[in-house]
């Protein structure tokens, strides 16, 4: 069963007919393949008409769909082998952020990222994306590994937010951000970053440094989620949609500000709508983005890494 | 006694006469509600002689606390915000920056200078917590940036007096960017082998957390500072219960393992400079 979101309605409605269509037809053994035909043509042309101009609210509602692909449903499309590797040698493993080797077209890569749950049971068990101290402290553990072992390193940011709770206090959750930016910098392998769903402020921004950061067309980043900004600025929930436009926080927005290096297309209707298309284009994307970086010497990557950043920011002097 | 008893009902102070006295002799402690003498008051590092309150101060007490006889110079002292996103909520951006540069007198969240602290050269940026809730914009990641550079270039040890409410949402994804700049420059630092002292003041929470504050080699606070990555509210709605008394104190931070040292602000410059010769 498919998940609509409120502007795909008129798509919900016109897919409905043809299903309906569709079974009449079963039933009564008529022939209406031109009808039929002719109803996909008239859903795909309204399909391209509405996601070719999506408000950046829509944009953020589209990069929580429910049936989008999250980490580990990349993992498992783009990767040969993958093999998990746990916990952050501290105080336990974190289920919101995951990682690994895998292979890749014949290329070892260390993938790590935020993980999201399908229902209800499993959102509880990777706390619906949010990670606490420990989650950065594994994908840190894990990079440096990375480092050791030469192997390049790609992480996929989705996630609402580091988790504000009493324990991720105690442990540090500032502390444990802080040090994997800082840490980020001076990696001497590559370092891939992807928003492939919503990017919500520093606890994104923890496995988000990279020689090339990009955002799939629909997602968000930015310093906080348009509901929150709403709430502290107007003091109420109901103004999201114009703080996501205040915002300028899709990946268009951020890769003008060169704030990103550059937007991953999705299939259109979204990422949710094709998942072997969706992760198609994002392996090719990554093993092009690795053989540009391959080129570039450990200290080269490191300082034009640290120089994209120091350039960002608007002043008047 | 009819002296005493209010006759007239409704007789209301419009607030902007209400919220600060005007730079008397004397200073009332918001905590014990002492008064004391202003000059005692500031004689006392603007700590309460009654109950050790350490007064929200800005930069300006902060840099004549630490430098010798108030004596630095200060670093782009006249850089001001932009608005690169035309930012508007319930008002403009830009509308919301000139006013409180004309409140404050200061051009944003930050201040950096460098002079000599007990006679050693020493870089300073210190926030300014008046200026939009210390907020962390472009300014404030630049400025931090370029003392950093400064005290690359010229040797000097780097001190960073952090107390701010976070990122400014007004430069949503070009505040958010500021952390990482930040944390650059500090890794440059750090390769440069030149120490950085962390102060976290009260309070000092969000982005700032996650990035500077929390990237000392030595981090240190003063004495009840409410230090966080998320706020309390947040926290409290979160996990829908009360919180632990003096959670996110200064004092649970450092028994949970996050500074080295607690310092009382009359002693701030002391041992500082101790520390520093320590490791010179």
């Known amino acids: ?317 | 006694m009819s002296w005493f008893i209010r006759k007239d009902k409704g007789i209301q102070t419009p607030t902007e006469l209400k919220r600060e006295a005007p730079d008397g002799l004397w200073y009332q402690c918001p905590s014990c509600k002492q008064v004391m003498h202003t000059r005692e008051h500031k004689l006392n590092a603007y700590t309460c002689v009654h109950c050790n309150y350490h007064e929200k101060i800005g930069s300006d007490a902060y840099f004549s606390i630490l430098f010798d006889d108030n004596q630095f110079t200060e670093l782009d002292e006249k850089m001001m915000s932009a608005d690169p996103l035309s930012f508007t909520d319930t008002k403009k951006y830009p509308d919301r920056v000139r006013a409180t540069i004309g409140k404050t007198g200061l051009r944003d969240a930050v201040r950096t200078a460098h002079g000599p602290m007990e006679e050693t050269e020493i870089t300073i940026a210190c926030m300014d917590f008046n200026f939009i809730g210390g907020s962390m914009g472009s300014v404030v990641g630049e400025k931090i940036a370029r003392a950093i550079d400064y005290a690359i270039a010229n040797r000097t040890p780097f001190l960073m007096i952090s107390r701010s409410g976070g990122a400014r949402m007004m430069e949503a994804g070009f505040s958010l960017m500021q952390m990482a700049k930040t944390s650059a420059k500090l890794a440059r630092l750090s390769e440069a082998g030149l120490p950085y002292i962390s102060l976290l003041t009260d309070p000092t929470t969000g982005g700032v957390t996650a990035s500077y504050a929390m990237l000392g080699d030595f981090n240190i606070a003063e004495p009840g500072a409410l230090i966080g990555f998320a706020g309390p509210r947040v926290i409290r709605e979160t996990i829908g219960k009360d919180l632990p008394k003096g959670f996110q104190s200064a004092e649970f931070v450092l028994e949970h393992g996050f500074l080295d040292f607690i310092v009382d602000r009359k002693d701030l410059k002391d041992k500082v400079a101790c520390l520093l010769k320590l490791i010179k």
Not at chain 1, 162 to 185: S, T, V, W, Y
Not at chain 1, 236 to 243: I, L, M, R
């Open chain 1, 1 to 317: 069963m498919r998940t609509y979101l409120d502007f795909e309605k008129p798509i919900a409605d016109l897919e409905g007919r043809l299903d309906e269509m569709k079974r009449l037809a079963e039933t009564n053994k008529v022939d209406v393949s031109e009808a039929v035909e002719t109803l996909e043509k008239s859903i795909d042309r309204l399909r391209h008409e509405l996601f070719r101009n999506l408000t950046r609210w829509q944009r953020v509602q589209l990069s929580r769909h429910p049936d989008r692909p999250y980490t580990l449903d990349y993992i498992e499309r783009m990767c040969d082998q993958f093999i998990e590797l746990h916990g952050d040698r501290t105080v336990r493993d974190d289920p919101a952020m995951v990682g690994g080797f895998a292979e890749i077209d014949g290329q070892t890569i260390m993938i790590i990222g935020q993980q999201k749950g399908r229902n209800t049971k499993q959102r509880q068990h990777r706390n619906f994306g949010m990670p606490n101290p420990e989650g950065y402290r594994k994908a840190l553990r894990l990079m440096k590994m990375a480092e050791k072992f030469n192997k390049p390193i790609v992480t996929l940011i989705d996630t609402p937010g580091a988790f504000p709770g009493l324990e991720a206090e105690e442990r540090g959750q500032g502390e444990a951000i802080a040090r994997n930016l800082k840490e980020m910098f001076l990696l001497k392998v590559p370092v891939i970053c992807i928003v492939i769903g919503e990017g919500a402020s520093g606890g994104a921004l923890g496995i988000a440094i990279g020689d090339r950061v990009l955002m799939l067309e629909n997602t968000w980043y930015s310093v906080i989620s348009p509901e929150n900004c709403s709430t502290i600025l107007w003091r109420s929930w109901n103004y999201k949609e114009q703080a996501a436009e205040a915002m300028k926080l899709t990946a268009t927005d951020m890769t003008s500000f060169k704030l990103v290096d550059g937007i991953v297309d999705e299939p259109v209707g979204g990422a949710h709508y094709d998942h072997a298309e969706m992760a198609n284009i994002l392996k090719r994307t990554i093993l092009d983005t690795l053989t540009e970086l391959n080129a570039l010497s450990p200290e080269e990557r490191i300082d034009q890494r640290i120089d994209k950043f120091c350039a960002m920011g608007v002043v008047v002097e």
